[in-house]
């Protein structure tokens, strides 16, 4: 049976990578003369990037998923699985986060990379979130990029239905070689046992969940219900508002972080939390990501569980 998993590991890599079977498209698109390799940029300075974090960045034109409700006939649309990565557009010259703040990659890290613009994750491995977040967001080139592949999954500027763009990928990747970048698989879903199937299989290897594209859509901007996202388990936001010390085996450091969701509702998540979190944990103030099963009819998360700290999501009214 095929599956829905990333490409085979890129050149020079000692990062964790899924095992992948690649789907081709179908029709294949001419590639844009745009997709020339960009040109190396030197490192920027240290006034350069002073000046660059003072000015208001500018979020990218990216598409965003739905969740599936059950409500949506799967059967052709495009299946892959979903990274616990973080989410980087790149314009033709650099990655912007979500926000449109910029993660400063080395050179090397980009050779390759066509001069238009991609959607993908910049990912480490399967239940590897924060240590990809802790390389990634350093304001500054460093050599522990190398243990990062930048996963693309769409070609923004490319415009054709879903199918095109991602032929248009494998082929824009086929021709520059980028050492660090690489094609993420998808095929075809058969249905909802399959998809439920597939499901399964990634979330036992330790991944977060599903992403299905329908077939025929193009690249919209916001978000869409052209793409969907499939999970055992919900996510979401909450901002921080105060520690909880622990007890017992957990005495002397954070027993739990007392969170607040945008409506105001208050809990703790005490789970999740490694022990250098626990003596080091996220400040108040901070937003971070927590998994839950479900609301209660309190509307609160039930088995709240802590993911990390989220660096590209704006709280509700934050001016």
Not at 25 to 36: L, N, R
Not at 64 to 77: K, P, Q, R, T
Not at 125 to 150: L, N, P, T
């Amino acid at each position: 049976m095929a599956t829905a998993k990333s490409g085979g590991a890129a050149k020079g890599s000692g990062a964790a990578s899924t095992a992948s079977k690649s789907t081709k498209a179908k029709s294949p698109a001419p590639v844009a003369s745009s997709d020339d390799a960009a040109p190396k940029a030197s490192k920027p300075s240290k006034a350069a990037k002073a000046s660059a974090s003072k000015a208001e960045a500018t979020p990218p034109p990216v598409l965003l998923a739905h969740v599936w409700e059950n409500d949506v006939d799967l059967v052709g649309w495009w299946m892959s699985e979903k990274l616990d990565g973080v989410r980087a557009y790149w314009d033709g010259r650099r990655f912007l986060s979500r926000l449109g703040n910029e993660y400063i990659a080395p050179t090397w890290f980009t050779a390759g990379l066509p001069n238009a613009p991609l959607d993908g994750e910049l990912w480490v491995g399967r239940k590897q979130f924060q240590r990809c977040v802790s390389i990634v967001r350093k304001h500054e080139a460093h050599d522990e990029w190398r243990e990062v592949r930048y996963l693309i999954f769409d070609a923004p500027a490319h415009k054709a239905p879903i199918e095109d763009r991602l032929q248009h990928i494998q082929e824009t990747l086929a021709r520059h070689k980028p050492a660090y970048a690489q094609y993420h698989s998808h095929e075809v879903c058969r249905g909802v046992d399959h998809m439920r199937q597939e499901l399964r299989r990634v979330e036992a290897l330790g991944g977060e969940g599903l992403m299905m594209r329908r077939p025929r859509s193009h690249y919209e901007v916001g978000r869409s219900h052209t793409l969907l996202k499939v999970k055992s388990f919900h996510d979401a936001e909450a901002r921080v508002i105060g520690h909880q010390p622990g007890t017992g085996k957990h005495k002397g450091r954070l027993g739990a972080l007392l969170v607040e969701m945008p409506n105001g509702t208050q809990f703790a998540v005490g789970t999740g939390l490694s022990d250098a979190e626990r003596s080091s944990p996220p400040a108040i103030g901070s937003i971070i990501t927590y998994r839950y099963q479900e609301l209660s009819d309190g509307g609160v998360p039930r088995f709240p569980s802590y993911v990390g700290v989220r660096h590209d999501f704006a709280w509700p009214g934050k001016k």
